[in-house]
DNA sequence: AATAATTAATTAAACGTTTGTTTAATTCAA
DNA sequence: TTGAATTAAACAAACGTTTAATTAATTATT
């Protein structure tokens, strides 16, 4: 029955983004998805390959749908940004906790070769803006803006908002009980924000006065 | 001697920056400190005090500088959110491995009361900040943007680029040895972008060709 | 179709480490 | 001589992992 097996890896994404790594004992994790201790050493060999395997299958499944726009040949290169953002933050907001598990790794930078992995599996998405990007730029669509950094400021202002909840709140002045992400008047003031910051900082003119 | 316990906590910035708090053991720390095991709870009562001590001292430490920025009436909105931006880069520049400590607490979410103290302590600068933005959109001299994600788009930007150097050096297609945050250029450039970014979101007309 | 043989799944218990912390003795300084 | 600083050793608890036994499911054989 695989389905335990998948059972196990849905309940140590919860953990995992909720305690981190080391924070989640195996014994915690068996409870919680109510199997015994040795299931998860003998599905996964280990603590470390099962959080490998959460951190490949999830990356897989998501992986191309920016490429997919950025080779869209219909669409202008705001229109791509936009649609990108829109694609961004859907996909972030959805499998949030899941996010902030490989950013946690990530930032941590312990397990040399996993980290190593999570960077590789999310670099394409940062390829395919970087794509865009340049090319609105090459058709003058675009000013020659700092086009890594610009990608930064994407990707950060998405991370800034999700990667901790409780910074959130204080931003947001708001109660310890709200959950932001879970809004969908919150996830469009996001992509309002992040598409408004991109037009003014990409095209070449912007006249809203206001 | 005060002076081992300000060797502690060098030290202990220095593990806890690279292994994570649950990676760093107090013997690890107590070997590379130099110093008997016994000595951290001696002088700090337990690892998380310890925890607690370093943050407080370093948030304590670098406070309120942005306020007088904020509350310096010579300047003009876009002047200060220039020198406001100055001033955090270079602060996480220079500190960027007590940040990825308290942003990696801040993220795992675990010591409740802890990772309140530290949003805490991180939250006056956002509000220095925000009270700039509003200053400048009640003036007119901004649009009206949305103060909050602005912020989060400040931070996370930085953060984006600071927090994991692997995907960094990807971002900025460099080696493996290469370290931005001890290069002047990296930082300038840092600076450059942010500060267009900002005048290119904020200011009511931006006639920047090129 | 029923039974035997074989493999897979599951369990409770134990393994050896490592963890943070404490103790009790000793050294050092005032 | 008193109190602080420092030490080596030990503590119990928690950790990831393994073992060995048992149950369930699958396959092969009659």
Redesign the pocket.
């Known amino acids: 029955?695989t389905d335990?097996k998948e059972h196990i890896i849905d309940i140590a994404i919860e953990l995992f983004a909720t305690k981190g790594f080391?924070g989640?004992?195996?014994?915690?994790l068996a409870a919680a998805a109510d199997?015994?201790?040795?299931?998860?050493?003998?599905y996964f060999?280990?603590?470390?390959k099962l959080f490998e395997e959460l951190v490949q299958r999830k990356a897989a499944s998501s992986r191309n749908l920016l490429t997919e726009i950025a080779n869209d040949s219909s669409l202008t290169a705001i229109e791509k940004i936009d649609k990108v953002i829109e694609l961004y933050v859907e996909k972030i907001f959805t499998n949030r906790k899941f996010h902030r598990v490989i950013h946690q790794e990530l930032i941590t930078n312990q397990r040399e070769t996993l980290t190593r992995n999570i960077a590789d599996s999310m670099f394409p998405n940062a390829l395919s803006m970087k794509t865009i990007v340049e090319e609105g730029i090459r058709n003058k669509e675009f000013k020659n803006v700092d086009v890594q950094l610009t990608i930064a400021s994407i990707l950060g202002t998405i991370n800034q908002i999700l990667l901790s909840k409780t910074f959130c709140l204080r931003l947001l002045d708001k109660q310890e009980d709200y959950v932001p992400y879970e809004d969908p008047k919150f996830k469009k003031r996001v992509n309002d924000h992040l598409k408004e910051l991109m037009r003014d900082h990409l095209l070449k003119i912007t006249n809203n006065p206001q």
């Open positions: 029955m335990k080391e989640t004992s195996i014994r915690d199997v015994n201790v040795a299931m998860v050493n003998y060999g280990s603590k470390e």
